[in-house]
């Protein structure tokens, strides 16, 4: 199993980033599949996730308005688009997979990627 997370980087407050997070290795279009981050000395939380049957989503109040998640599962693949970045924002970015269903709860996931790295200066 591989969730391999890309497309973190540097950007200015106001900007935007995409996130991908490739899977391989199980059936991805069964799987619910979350967004987490980890910011320097916080706690790991949820950003946003989305269902695997009818790609309902869930978002985190902090980011509902500005961040969009979205599924290929042609592609396997899940993406976060990144609006109206903010410093607060910066962190590790981390995509999880839930044979379930969906969850806000990271301890809910099965699988995790190895994070890419969103900062966002002032």
């Known amino acids: 199993v591989q969730l391999q997370a890309s497309g973190g980087g540097l950007v200015q407050a106001g900007g935007s980033l995409r996130l991908s997070c490739a899977a391989s290795?199980?059936?991805?279009?069964?799987?619910?599949m979350g967004w987490f981050r980890q910011a320097p000395g916080k706690e790991r939380e949820f950003v946003a996730a989305i269902n695997w049957r009818f790609g309902r989503t869930y978002y985190a109040d902090s980011v509902k308005g500005r961040f969009t998640i979205s599924r290929d599962n042609a592609k396997n693949t899940v993406y976060l688009q990144m609006n109206s970045l903010k410093p607060e924002d910066t962190a590790v970015y981390y995509c999880a997979a839930d044979r379930a269903s969906i969850s806000t709860t990271g301890s809910d996931y099965d699988y995790w990627g190895q994070g890419t790295q969103v900062t966002v200066s002032s």
């Open positions: 290795g199980f059936i991805f279009s069964s799987y619910g």
